[in-house]
């Protein structure tokens, strides 16, 4: 392999100007899709070559075509096939799985790529990547708090501050004061900044996992080249749009002091209160002011970082901000070492009695999101008029949908994790006074949603039935003079009936976040108007009332409960079963396609490594050999292939055909990120490349037509849908029933040969190369 690696590098290339002359002057590159592949299955043959790459994303050849003698392919006059593999890049080693725990953050960066396209609007359009930023950090400062409930709280306030709790946990009893014989570490500033540690060593792994990662992924910058008139089609044409370093760096700072900062209020505020009461000791209430003071203006200065400067997309960002990186982090750091030392000071007659001052902390985040939720459905919505398309999900609301989801998955997990935790500690809550009622709140409304939700789940059932029994008539009139066979029949139409679930999406999220945001504002108004749990607040009305209360109360947290630990399983489950870590990287897949534009402790996005590879090695191969290719991409490596040819020079990408197949490239990312891959987007690549063809079935749940607009002088993009099966009943050709493929196997359909064939007939192996592009990187 290394011998073949070597030659493979050693190859003169050709003049720029002229074709390759007894080497390749086509090539076909082929992109796998989701899950995963092996370059053996994708070239057919055991026995390949990695000619350039690594471990993690490599492009690989047959053995026989990666020599410089005739041979395989070539001596066929056939054009050369080269797989690229990117699995790795989502679904590689157990430790993977662990990113699960931080999919909130996940989905509030996909709402910053689902703004509705509006050329012109620049303002408004910063202003929308500014909100959702501003989300994404409430989401940073939730988490960290929600650890801040749970040690600072739960565990070092109230329950090593009651000796019946403490006497319950043994490994509580060193800070309890009755069970540790009153020692130096046990009273209440002093528990507060052992317990600290737990929230300092989460924002810590938070910091760590987003620089290695960026190290790893934000660091491989694509092709420089100078902007073009053409890149306004899509966004993803811009030179920088995959190289985000500079502003990845600057949000991890900003969060990074966000969640230091919060540590530090969570242990100042109980110390403060307790200095300014009256006869306080005058030096630690002027130090307490003055610490209060400095942990405000250092969350002004990180709140201005993340407002201060979006993505640079029109050329390659390549600066770090090196002071702000370094100085925020260690500034907040400094801060709340300071914090610790000022808590840590004796103070007599101090005791930890009921919760900890910062209750109105979580009704006061909740608040904010969701007014920035709402104010950014008012952008979107003024985004959209201006351009709209009734294709697009939600009609543009797509994003501050996807906005709330994020935000309320944030508050299940931060309130499953005290709930649970709370539990455990004082099951009755004789003893204990709880996390905060909010929390509770939260936690009672779930039942209503789950019961929305089964609702929901049924209307669609029922609606798929139906469609299933009228796809019954359609298969019959598809297969006119053949023996019905009635199993055969309902199989296909239900095939057909589950893959058109997929349109029902907007739907879904719509009904969904609709009703999150009722309940969520109702569960912000009862903690805030009472001040007590449901069944407290229920307690004088009727008892009907009062028994719903209860029961609401009862079941939303044990749903809280169950919902965390089924997610903590299904991690854990993930890290140690390889074919469940394979599920997860599907999921991350579609997830962490797009950039981190919107929160730096996100899942890495692959695409900055898989994009800049793929126009890399394109640019690279036509500028040597001066020949045409055809780039193939299945599923989600269709959309990889998209991107790859758009950040192409407009001279090379003339040299590309395009072939896809089970591509969502329409179908959920055009309705999804129309601003992206709407139809002047994808109407501007088609007229761009040399050609473009698009197979979909209609059994497939990801796949489906592009709908390119017609436009004179491009052939038609999208195929007719292919048979699925390929056989409806037993022939000479299938004597076995043939399987439904759905999304897999677009091989196996002869119509994958012909347009196979049709668009390498296009690659002319005897017209002249590409005249020498001064902008293209030397080979």
């Known amino acids: 392999m290394e011998r073949a690696r070597e030659r493979s590098t050693e190859r003169k290339p050709d003049g720029p100007g002229t074709r390759a002359v007894g080497a390749e002057s086509r090539m076909e590159l082929l992109v796998h899709g989701v899950g995963g592949t092996t370059p053996e299955k994708m070239l057919g043959d055991p026995r390949t070559v990695r000619i350039t790459g690594d471990g993690t994303a490599a492009v690989f050849r047959r053995a026989g075509d990666a020599g410089d003698a005739p041979s395989g392919a070539r001596s066929r006059r056939e054009p050369v096939q080269e797989a690229y593999v990117w699995c790795n890049l989502t679904s590689g080693d157990g430790t993977r799985a662990l990113w699960l725990l931080l999919l909130p953050f996940m989905v509030v960066n996909l709402a910053h790529w689902m703004r509705p396209a509006a050329r012109g609007r620049r303002r408004t359009v910063r202003l929308y990547g500014l909100l959702v930023r501003l989300t994404a950090l409430t989401l940073t400062t939730l988490l960290v708090a929600a650890v801040c409930e749970v040690a600072l709280d739960l565990v070092a306030w109230q329950c090593a501050g009651a000796a019946a709790c403490a006497s319950r946990h043994s490994w509580l009893s060193f800070l309890s004061p009755a069970a540790s014989g009153g020692a130096w570490w046990t009273p209440p500033g002093r528990r507060l900044a052992l317990a600290a540690l737990v929230p300092t060593a989460l924002t810590g792994l938070l910091w760590y996992l987003s620089h290695r990662t960026w190290s790893a992924y934000e660091s491989h910058q694509p092709m420089s080249r100078a902007p073009e008139p053409a890149d306004e089609a899509s966004a993803l044409a811009r030179p920088g749009f995959w190289y985000g370093r500079r502003l990845v760096a600057r949000l991890r700072a900003a ?215 009228a796809e019954r008539d359609r298969v019959r009139r598809e ?236 052939p038609d993009v999208d195929h007719p849908p292919l048979k699925d099966p390929l056989s409806y009943g037993r022939t000479p050709e299938h004597p076995l029933p043939a399987p439904i493929l759905g999304h897999s196997d677009y091989q196996a359909d002869p119509a994958f040969a012909r347009e196979r064939s049709v668009l390498l007939s296009r690659l002319h192996p005897d017209v002249p190369g590409p005249r020498p592009d001064p902008q293209a990187p030397p080979a």
């Open 255 to 469: 969060h990074t002091a966000a969640g230091l900062l919060t540590v530090a209020a969570a242990v100042a505020l109980p110390a403060v209160r307790f200095d300014h009461r009256p006869g306080g000791p005058p030096a630690l209430d002027l130090l307490g002011d003055l610490l209060a003071a400095a942990l405000l203006g250092t969350a002004a200065v990180a709140v201005a970082v993340v407002c201060r400067r979006g993505r640079s997309e029109n050329r390659l960002d390549r600066g770090i901000d090196r002071r702000l990186v370094r100085g925020l982090p260690l500034g907040s750091l400094a801060l709340l070492l300071l914090t610790l030392l000022y808590a840590g000071w004796s103070r007599p007659g101090w005791h930890s009695a009921g919760r900890l001052p910062g209750d109105p902390a979580f009704g006061a985040l909740m608040l904010a999101q969701g007014l920035l939720v709402v104010v950014l459905a008012v952008v979107a919505h003024d985004l959209y008029r201006r351009r709209p398309d009734p294709r697009t999900a939600i009609r543009g609301l797509g994003g501050p949908a996807v906005a709330l989801l994020a935000c309320a998955l944030g508050g299940v997990m931060s309130g499953g994790i005290a709930q649970r935790v709370a539990d455990w500690l004082d099951g009755t809550r004789s003893g204990l006074a709880g996390p905060p009622v909010l929390l509770t709140w939260q936690a009672s409304v779930l039942p209503v949603l789950l019961a929305v939700l089964l609702a929901l789940a049924a209307w669609l059932a029922r609606g798929t039935a139906r469609l299933a029994r």
């Open 479 to 714: 297969h006119p003079g053949e023996p019905e066979e009635p199993a055969r029949t309902r199989a296909v139409a239900h095939a057909r009936a589950m893959a058109a679930l997929t349109d029902r999406a907007p739907l879904i999220v719509a009904v969904l976040c609709a009703t999150t945001l009722v309940l969520g504002a109702a569960a912000l108004a009862g903690a805030l108007l009472t001040g007590k749990t449901p069944d407290g607040a229920a307690r004088p009305a009727h008892h009907v009332v009062r028994a719903a209360a209860e029961a609401s109360q009862a079941l939303g947290s044990w749903l809280v409960g169950l919902g965390f630990l089924l997610f903590v399983t299904w991690a854990r489950r993930a890290y140690r079963d390889a074919s469940a870590r394979r599920t997860i990287g599907i999921l991350w897949d579609v997830g962490t396609f797009w950039p981190r534009a919107a929160h730096p402790f996100a899942p890495p996005c692959y695409a900055e490594r898989a994009v800049p590879d793929l126009t890399w090695r394109m640019a690279t191969w036509t500028r040597r050999t001066g020949g045409r290719m055809v780039l193939s991409g299945h599923s989600q490596g269709s959309v990889l292939a998209a991107a790859a040819a758009w950040q192409l020079t407009p001279a090379v990408r003339k040299r590309v055909a395009l072939l896809t197949y089970g591509s969502p490239l329409e179908r959920l990312y055009g309705r999804w990120f129309p601003a992206h891959f709407g139809p002047p987007a994808l109407a501007a690549l088609h007229r761009d490349v040399d050609c473009w063809r698009n197979l979909h079935r209609l059994t497939d749940p990801i796949g489906g037509p592009v709908r390119v607009p017609d436009d004179e002088g491009c």
